[in-house]
């Protein structure tokens, strides 16, 4: 017969993206057993295989993918490029100074990514060889994981992990459930229930589920780990039953099987294709804020580097046009040389000149780089403070790039659940008509126990007050979906063996009710178990009372409650109704609500999750009414999630209210202290979450994200559906927008309420529509920057009900944004990869709940709390120190190579070099490359425990300050003024001089010589003027690097070598070091070099001190211990009024600037 499938079209139309991104639905064949003869015919589909792919390489792209990579970076293809010039023509210098650094760069490089790549390949073969069991021909057999195709049936015993996405057809339950945990997808160590086909679930044994004659008819593979839309038809007699499938039927891959023997399964989706697979995002190479500055300034100089070779070319030929200084007497060219066209010799001169001036760029820079990073990311991985001792691991570093962007944070994206808290829920108190009742709480010293309630506002809740005491805690024992493990072992641990007794244990999709069940357990109502549609409670009399469970009214994320209808053994009907106080208040008509709402509030002020608990007895014909209503909603195929939410609120309405309950969801440690100092630091905080309004609103709280004077501004499905969107987002806007600038959350003091600051709540429903493409008839095209604008002006955000994808669009979204923020994302579960990886760095946290995250992440950590140290110490210090780094290695390679450029003009532009070829090779290898390499490895510019206390030293580095253009020009006209100092120093020195005693003139290489010794000098003084951070690492390398130029000069110039073909070098550097003048001359050039700089910071010192400067001085002062003396706060610059940083200040101040004394101070606090 023929099946209609208009019904699923229409389903999956309305519950998926929309009907423009419909592909087509699939078939899959249960068993790969054909359909019966009169069905729809036999269409085979070809899907992929369960292969999981998360590796960039394989073993014969490896080679080319990675050096097509490598050299797409512009400094790796210039260099080639000029060692490809150095073997073709005839240069100054030899190949082997440009093309030995770069091959160490590539082979370097290549190992680090080679390396972790394997380590990918190696945990994807770990899981796709993983065995699993597959039901052929009525038995049970044994296949690799990737070997699984759509169709299959799978056997899966409980702690087994699902292979694929997979639709349950059968358990070990008589009702045809199982229980599954999520940890390693979302975090969630809660028991969720999923439901087998109501047709299959009979079906337990291996030939019992093969003779199983059915396909199911599907959506296509998309990202939505929350919605699913099909329908399996079963052929029984030939006649096909149709049943409708939803995201209840789906178990996801990933997922682990708990506290159910076995279950089987048929696999719908496989490999790349599973949720899970979908929602990762594709791993890109990330480059840090400081590298895209390195490529900036590359270019600059590279345009200076041709501006030089061109203007050399010019003045080259100009310099030829006169016959006697083309050809000389004494060097005559070839004929050869002389039919070479010009234009040809024009363009060689040009490479010679390109070649000759090349060091200018700092190919060592790279390598430098490189090695500062590799070794640089062994202190984190070292640092004591970041070593979890339960966990008995440290912090990782997958990703050694992006040390420095630590340094740069702007938005900080954090998951919920794992992430913030622990997710362990403790029930704390509960209040019924305005009594508060605490379990195991001290009266007059001594411990009550947990069966003995304790009110803590009057001795007795009066004669009428128990009986409705005793109703509220039954009440919370019915309102539940609480499941009962009475065996010795949970999760694979074992628990409650007492005195030889098992115990019995909760689990629930949510820890919440957990710990509300828990919570009536201590009070003195047990809960003990639903049996054959009975639910069981031991009373304070332990005696045993039963209710017969008649409907269940699931939770929603709209109506934010859930209900119970049961009977009591008297015959009466009881509709119980437990959830958020603004779901519940509203239908309440009796009661005593202000008592409740006034402690309903106080617990959520102080973070705690709060729930309201009604009733509302039904008669006979009521409860037929209600029946009625829900059955027929449940029977819908076509909008049954819209009839059901209007059954549901005809039903629950008129209710009594009982009291309310507070429950708390622990925070990590020193979770709260973390989000606070990252405010401080100048960060804004967003929580994307998976979970509940309510819930991550009560941790926000906890977590001092949202303050008590935090302003929530609302952008949720319940409001936009009073409202059009495009309403609500210009309410909001106006909103922010009319107190915007009036007081912002840096100056508000934490303690203030007078402060108003605006949080944001959103989820992802209304998300989808704020992001959705602009259609022609509507103004959405402006929706995105609307919402942009109210986040940028609130100091916190809250993202819930959020898909995986969406947290990556969130992040991409800001990323995108016209400030271009550095962003970070810290998660611990699956669904946060998409997130990591989109995010400029991303965390993971080492929790219980599988390491997908941290496997994904470019760092790992076993806390949050660690989070604090990694970005205000590790990155503040990292930033530092390689901003340091590029702009010395630039400034050094100026001073080196600007005398070359210079000597041009002395030399009739014949491309003669300055420097012996020894010299030009070792300068950036050997002789000033240790010294900012430790430098860069050890500065520390301001005691740690100071960034630590003051967290708001972190903006000083915030946004690349240290390497803006500003900077950079100092560094490079520093560069130059000094290459003028020595250059034209040694020249004017030089000028009719006779230097030696014997009357001697001193040659060209003599003159060369003396210039690098002064320029090797003047560049390792002034990284000695910059650093504050003394070890006996720093004198070695610093004072053994200058030894070691001097002991290399006397040899290299001491002996005659065999297997050079010149010694020009021969007794020159000792020479001139036995001439008085030169010695004279090379202590004035260094002093004169490097005097403009002192005298700059001296002034800027006294007139302009940063922060960090003042904090400088400061700890100077109290020999290193300022964090334990001083209030960190005095020394931070006054308000400042009409834009002039130091006026207040000076003014306030009467003491006088002591001159001679910041002098001093500034050579003092380098000194050893």
């Known amino acids: 017969m023929g099946v209609d499938f208009s019904a699923l079209r229409t389903l999956i139309n309305r519950y998926c993206a929309g009907e423009e991104n419909w592909v087509d639905s699939r078939t899959v064949y249960i068993g790969h057993k054909e359909p019966p003869p009169g069905a729809d015919a036999f269409i085979q589909q070809r899907f992929p295989d369960n292969r999981v792919v998360s590796s960039k390489y394989t073993f014969w792209n490896f080679i080319p993918k990675n050096m097509f990579e490598q050299f797409r970076r512009v400094a790796n293809f210039y260099f080639l490029i000029i060692f490809l010039v150095q073997l073709i023509i005839d240069t100054p210098t030899s190949p082997v100074t440009s093309g030995l650094p770069l091959f ?198 590279l345009c200076i580097l041709i501006s030089k070779a061109l203007i050399n070319t010019v003045l080259k030929y100009i310099w030829q046009a006169d016959p006697n200084k083309d050809e000389p007497w004494y060097n005559e060219r070839t004929e050869a040389q002389r039919q070479r066209h010009i234009l040809i010799r024009a363009f060689t001169d040009f490479l010679a000149f390109m070649v000759l001036f090349n060091y200018i760029i700092p190919v060592s820079m790279y390598v430098t780089v490189e090695m500062q990073k590799f070794l640089g990311s062994y202190f984190i991985m070292w640092d004591d403070d970041m070593y979890d001792e339960e966990l008995g691991e440290g912090a990782v570093v997958n990703t050694s790039d992006l040390n420095e962007e630590l340094g740069q944070v702007e938005y900080v994206f954090t998951d919920k659940t794992g992430t913030l808290t622990e997710n362990n829920m403790e029930f704390i108190e509960c209040c019924v008509d305005g009594h508060v009742y605490v379990p195991d709480a001290i009266c007059n010293g001594q411990v009550l126990s947990g069966a003995a309630a304790m009110d803590m506002i009057d001795t007795s809740p009066g004669p009428g007050g128990r009986e409705r005491e005793e109703l509220f805690f039954r009440a919370l024992c019915l309102c539940h979906t609480v499941q009962v493990k009475e065996e010795e072992t949970v999760d694979g641990i074992k628990h409650g063996i007492h005195q030889g007794k098992s115990a019995s244990f909760y689990i629930s999709s949510s820890p919440d009710e957990v710990a509300l069940v828990e919570g009536m357990k201590k009070l003195g109502f047990t809960y003990l178990r639903l049996k054959d549609g009975q639910m069981e409670i031991l009373n304070r009399e332990d005696e045993i009372e039963r209710f017969e469970l008649l409907e269940v009214l699931s939770f929603d994320s709209v109506r934010r409650r859930m209900s119970v209808i049961v009977r009591a053994a008297s015959g009466d009907i009881f509709l119980f109704c437990k959830g958020a106080d603004s779901s519940i208040l509203p239908r309440v008509i009796s009661g005593k609500v202000d008592e409740v709402k006034a402690r309903v509030e106080h617990n959520a002020v102080e973070g705690l999750r709060t729930l309201c608990v009604a009733y509302r007895p039904l008669s006979p014909e009521q409860h037929q009414e209600v029946c009625r209503l829900l059955s027929g909603a449940k029977l819908a195929l076509q909008d049954r999630d819209k009839r059901l939410s209007e059954a549901y609120e005809l039903v629950e309405k008129d209710l009594i209210l009982l009291g309310a309950t507070a429950v708390e969801d622990r925070l990590q440690e020193q979770a709260a202290d973390t989000i606070e100092s990252l405010h401080k630091a100048g960060m804004k905080v967003w929580v994307l979450t998976g979970d509940k309004m309510e819930t991550a609103a009560a941790t926000c709280y906890a977590s001092r994200l949202f303050r008590r004077n935090t302003q929530i501004l609302e952008l949720t499905t319940k409001r936009v559906e009073e409202q059009n969107l495009h309403d609500v987002l210009f309410d909001l806007s106006r909103t922010v927008l009319r107190h915007h600038g009036s007081m912002t959350r840096d100056n508000c003091s934490s303690l203030s309420n007078d402060c108003t600051d605006y949080g944001l709540i959103i989820d992802g429903a209304t998300l989808s529509a704020v992001m959705r493409p602009p259609q022609e008839d509507l103004n959405s095209g402006s929706y995105k920057e609307i919402f942009l604008e109210i986040c940028r002006n609130c100091s916190a955000v809250l993202c819930c009900r959020m898909a995986p994808l969406q947290k990556a669009q969130i992040v991409k979204m800001i990323k995108a944004s016209k400030e271009h923020p550095i962003t970070l994302a810290i998660g611990d579960g699956a669904n946060d990869v998409s997130m990591i990886l989109e995010a400029h760095v991303g965390i993971g946290i080492m929790g219980k709940e599988g390491r997908q995250a941290v496997r994904n992440s470019d760092y790992a950590i076993p806390k949050f709390k660690h989070l604090k140290k990694m970005l205000l110490v590790h990155g503040h210090y990292y930033y530092i120190r390689i901003s340091e780094l590029v702009q010395y290695f630039f400034y050094k390679n100026v001073c080196f190579i600007f005398p070359q450029f210079l000597y041009q003009f002395f030399c009739g532009f014949s491309q003669q070099p300055l420097y012996d070829t020894a010299y030009l090779t070792l300068y950036n290898i050997s002789f000033t490359s240790l010294p900012i390499l430790v430098y860069s490895l050890m500065e520390q510019h301001i005691n740690m425990d100071i960034l630590k206390k003051d967290p708001s030293l972190y903006k000083d580095v915030a946004k690349n300050s240290l390497l803006r253009w500003p900077t950079f020009i100092y560094w490079t006209v520093l560069g130059v003024y000094n290459a003028i100092v020595m250059f034209f120093g040694t020249y004017f020195l030089f000028d009719n001089t006779t230097f030696t005693s014997n009357g001697q003139m001193f040659g060209n290489w003599t003159f060369g010589t003396l210039v690098f010794t002064v320029l090797v000098f003047t560049v390792t003084f002034k990284l000695v003027l910059d650093t504050h951070y003394w070890t006996w690492i720093n004198h070695f390398v610093i004072w053994g690097s200058l030894v070691f130029f001097v002991l290399f000069s006397l040899l290299w110039g001491g002996i005659i070598w065999p297997f050079l073909n010149y010694q020009r070098m021969y007794y020159v550097f000792m020479q001139m070091l036995s001439s008085g003048p030169a010695w004279l001359s090379i202590i004035l050039l260094i002093t004169a070099s490097l005097l403009p700089d002192v005298v700059k910071k001296v002034i800027w010192r006294a007139l302009w001190p940063t922060i960090t400067e003042r904090i400088q001085s400061a700890d100077k002062l109290y020999k290193g211990q300022l964090s334990e003396f001083t209030p960190l706060a005095s020394l931070h610059a006054p308000s400042k009024a009409g834009g002039r940083r130091r006026g207040s200040e000076n003014q306030s101040n009467p003491r006088r600037t002591n001159w001679c004394c910041l002098c001093a101070n500034l050579l003092s606090r380098n000194t050893p």
């Open 104 to 301: 160490f760069v590539i082979i370097v490089t290549a190992i680090k990514q080679g390396y972790e790549d394997w380590l990918r390949h190696k945990a994807d073969k770990a899981v796709n060889q993983c065995p699993v069991s597959v039901i052929q021909r009525g038995k049970k057999i044994k296949k690799e994981s990737f070997r699984i195709t759509v169709g299959d049936v799978v056997f899966v015993k409980e702690d087994e992990t699902f292979a694929c996405d997979l639709i349950l057809l059968s358990s070990s339950r008589d009702d045809g459930t199982c229980f599954v945990t999520t940890a390693s997808l979302d975090g969630e160590s809660s028991h969720k229930t999923y439901y087998a086909v109501q047709d299959t679930k009979a079906f337990r044994t291996e030939e019992e589920v093969d003779s199983i004659h059915a396909t199911i008819e599907c959506e296509q593979p998309q990202p939505d780990l929350y919605k699913f839309v099909g329908r399996i038809n079963i052929y029984m007699d030939n006649e096909a039953v149709a049943r409708p499938l939803g995201s209840e039927n789906v178990l996801l891959r990933g997922a682990t099987l708990k506290n159910t023997e076995f279950i089987y399964a048929v696999a719908i989706y496989t490999g790349m294709e599973t949720k899970m697979a979908l929602n990762y995002q594709s791993k890109s190479q990330k480059r840090s804020a400081v590298e895209k500055s390195m490529n900036s300034y590359l270019v600059v100089y």
